[in-house]
C-alpha cells in the first residue's frame, strides 16, 4: 500500500498544472505504450489525441510534451540560454555518453562548442568532398553495380550504411575502410552493435534506479561493451598522431588541435558565406568562448558521438530517401532529370551547383519531415519557465520534450501530412512553411553542427547513384516500412528495393 502510494504519487501532476495526457500505470508510466505502437507513430498519435501541450511518465517521472511552433521557438532560441539538454534516457551516468556535445550544458556546452565548430565551416566541409566523392564510387556504385548486374534486391540500410561508415572513418580520423569487404576491422566491427536497442533495455533503463542499473552494468541506451571498444579504437588513433596534427584536416585533427591551445582563425573560415549549405552552417559567434581546450575524455566522447551519429543519421535518411523515390517513381524521374541537366559531360558536378538544385533539397527534406532522425528534442529549464501564453509555469528541472515528429506529421502545417511531396520545399511553396514547423536538425544555437557536412554528403550520394541506378519496388519490399524500436530516432529496420543500371 505505501510502495504503491509512493510510486503513484506523482500521477496527479499534470492535473494540478491543468494539462492533459495518457493515463500511467504504476512503475512503468506510459513507457509500456511502446511496447505496442512504434515511437514516431506514438507521438503523432498522442498529438492528435491531447494537444499540442500534454503530460506523459517516464516511470514516475514526469515529462511535459510541446508541438506548439511558438513555444519551441521560445524554447530553442529565444530563451535557450535557460535550457540544459539532457540526452541521458537511462537514470544513471556514463563517463563518455554525459560529454558527448548533444549532452552537456552551460558553460562546459559553450567552451567544447566552441573547440568543435571549426571542423565543420563550409571552408573544411568544402575540403571533404572530393574525399567524400571518392568513397561515393568506391562504396556506393561499385556495390550498387554488384546488385543491379546480378538481379538481386539490394538492403538499402546495410548499403547506405557502410557507405556513411566509410564517409565518417576517413572525414572524422583519417582512417580508410571498406566496410563491406572488411566487416571485421575495428573500425567497421563496432557500428553496426551499437544502434541495436531491445525494448527490455529501455524500459529497464527508465525504470530502474541508477544503483540496480550499475549493478546488471546498464548504463547507456547504446551497448555499452561497444562504447568501450570505440574509444580503445580512438586512444590508439590519438596515440599514433600525437606529433602529427598539424596539417590533417579530419575532425578529429580539429579536436587534437584544441586540446593543444585555442584553435587559430583558419583562412577562409567564413561561417556566414552566401551559398545554401553555408547559410545553413551559419549558427552562431564562433568566439562565444576563449579556452576552447578539451580534455582526452571530452576528445573520445565526441569521436564517439560523431561515429555514432553520421554513420546512423546519414544512412536512415538516405535508405528513406531512395525508398520513397522508389515508391513515387515520377518523383525519381523529375530528380534524375533534374541532375542530369546539372553534372558536366564527365557525370561530375562541385560544390557550389550541388547546393543549386531545388528538387534535391526538396526531396531530402520532404523525406526527413516524413522519416526525419530524432523524434524529440528534449530540454530542462535552469529555473522557472513560463510555457508562452499558457499560463503555466514549468518548474525548474522540469524536462519539457520538443514534439518535431508529431509536428512534422501535422495535417495542420502540412497538408496530406502522411504522403511524400516533395513540392511543398520547392523555393517557391517553402515560404508557406511556418517558422519552427520544420527542424530535422534541431534550431538556435544547439542546431546540429555537422547539418552542413550531412547536407553536403547526402546530395553527394543521391546525385551519384541516381544518375546510375533506377530504383523501383521489388516483392520484399514493405510498404510502410519496418522501423525499429528506439527511444530517440526513427530507423529504418531491413528495407529491399531492386536497382537497375541506367545504362
Ligand atoms: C542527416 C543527418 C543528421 C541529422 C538529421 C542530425 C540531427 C541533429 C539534431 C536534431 C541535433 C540536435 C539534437 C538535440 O538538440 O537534442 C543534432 C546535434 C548534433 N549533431 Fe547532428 N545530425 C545529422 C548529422 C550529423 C553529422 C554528420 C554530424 C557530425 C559529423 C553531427 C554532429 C552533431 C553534433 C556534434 C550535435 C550536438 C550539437 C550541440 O548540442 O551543440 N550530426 N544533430
Redesign the pocket.
Known amino acids: 500500500m505505501f510502495i504503491n502510494r509512493h510510486l503513484t504519487k506523482n500521477f496527479g501532476y499534470f492535473k494540478k498544472l491543468g494539462l492533459k495526457g495518457p493515463k500511467p500505470v504504476i512503475i512503468f508510466g506510459n513507457l509500456l505504450d511502446l511496447l505496442f505502437v512504434s515511437k514516431p507513430d506514438l507521438e503523432v498519435k498522442r498529438m492528435k489525441q491531447f494537444g499540442a501541450i500534454y503530460g506523459i511518465f517516464e516511470g514516475s517521472r514526469p515529462i511535459i510534451q510541446v508541438g506548439d511552433p511558438e513555444i519551441i521557438k521560445q524554447i530553442l532560441v529565444e530563451d535557450f540560454r535557460m535550457f540544459n539538454?539532457k540526452?541521458r534516457i537511462a537514470n544513471v551516468g556514463h563517463p563518455i555518453v554525459d560529454r558527448m556535445?548533444?549532452a552537456v550544458r552551460g558553460k562546459q556546452?559553450r567552451r567544447m562548442?566552441a573547440a568543435?565548430q571549426p571542423a565543420?565551416t563550409t571552408a573544411r566541409t568544402r575540403r571533404h568532398y572530393p574525399l567524400v566523392r571518392q568513397c561515393v564510387d568506391q562504396q556506393l556504385v561499385s556495390v550498387l553495380e554488384g546488385y543491379a548486374r546480378e538481379g538481386r534486391p539490394c538492403e538499402l540500410k546495410r548499403t547506405f550504411g557502410c557507405f556513411s561508415l566509410s564517409v565518417?572513418n576517413r572525414s572524422?580520423f583519417g582512417i580508410a575502410t571498406d566496410p563491406y569487404s572488411q566487416p571485421r576491422h575495428p573500425f567497421v566491427r563496432t557500428a553496426w552493435p551499437l544502434i541495436v536497442l531491445p525494448v527490455w533495455k529501455l524500459l529497464a533503463l527508465q525504470v530502474l534506479s541508477g544503483r540496480l542499473l550499475k549493478a546488471f552494468g546498464l548504463r547507456s541506451i547504446f551497448n555499452e561493451k561497444t562504447i568501450d571498444n570505440i574509444c580503445d579504437n580512438l586512444k590508439g588513433v590519438l596515440k599514433a598522431r600525437e606529433h602529427l596534427v598539424a596539417n590533417s584536416i579530419d575532425?578529429l585533427g580539429v579536436f587534437m588541435r584544441s586540446k593543444l591551445g585555442p584553435n587559430e582563425p583558419e583562412p577562409n573560415d567564413d561561417i556566414e558565406g552566401e551559398n545554401c549549405l553555408e547559410m545553413k552552417a551559419k549558427t552562431f559567434d564562433n568566439n562565444m568562448s576563449d579556452n576552447k581546450k578539451l580534455t582526452e575524455e571530452e576528445i573520445l566522447a565526441?569521436g564517439f558521438?560523431?561515429y555514432f551519429?553520421?554513420f546512423d543519421?546519414?544512412s536512415n535518411?538516405l535508405s528513406f530517401c531512395v525508398y520513397e523515390l522508389a515508391l513515387n517513381p515520377d518523383a525519381q524521374h523529375r530528380l534524375y532529370e533534374e541532375i542530369a541537366a546539372a553534372v558536366d559531360a564527365d557525370g561530375e558536378i562541385g560544390y557550389d551547383e550541388l547546393c543549386r538544385l531545388p528538387l534535391l533539397d526538396a526531396v531530402i527534406s520532404e523525406t526527413?519531415r516524413l522519416h526525419?532522425?530524432?523524434v524529440k528534442?528534449?530540454r530542462i529549464p535552469g529555473r522557472e519557465f513560463p510555457l508562452g501564453q499558457t499560463g503555466i509555469v514549468v518548474p525548474k528541472g522540469q524536462p519539457i520534450e520538443i514534439l518535431v515528429y508529431a509536428i512534422h506529421h501535422s495535417e495542420e502545417y502540412f497538408p496530406n501530412a502522411c504522403q511524400f511531396i516533395p513540392d511543398r520545399f520547392l523555393p517557391e511553396n517553402r515560404r508557406n512553411i511556418k517558422p519552427y514547423t520544420f527542424m530535422?536538425?534541431?534550431a538556435g544555437p544547439?542546431?546540429?553542427?555537422?547539418?552542413a557536412?550531412?547536407l553536403m554528403?547526402?546530395k553527394l550520394a543521391l546525385v551519384h547513384v541516381l544518375r546510375r541506378f533506377r530504383f523501383a519496388v521489388h516483392k520484399d519490399t514493405k510498404v510502410p516500412p519496418i522501423v525499429k524500436t528506439h527511444p530517440v530516432m526513427k530507423a529504418p529496420k531491413t528495407m529491399y528495393l531492386s536497382v537497375e543500371a541506367r545504362d
Open positions: 539538454t540526452v556535445l548533444v556546452w562548442r568543435i565543420f565518417i572524422a575532425f565526441q558521438f560523431i551519429t553520421a543519421q546519414i535518411v526527413q526525419g532522425g530524432p528534442y528534449r530535422p536538425f534541431s544547439r542546431v546540429c553542427v555537422g547539418m557536412f550531412a554528403e547526402l
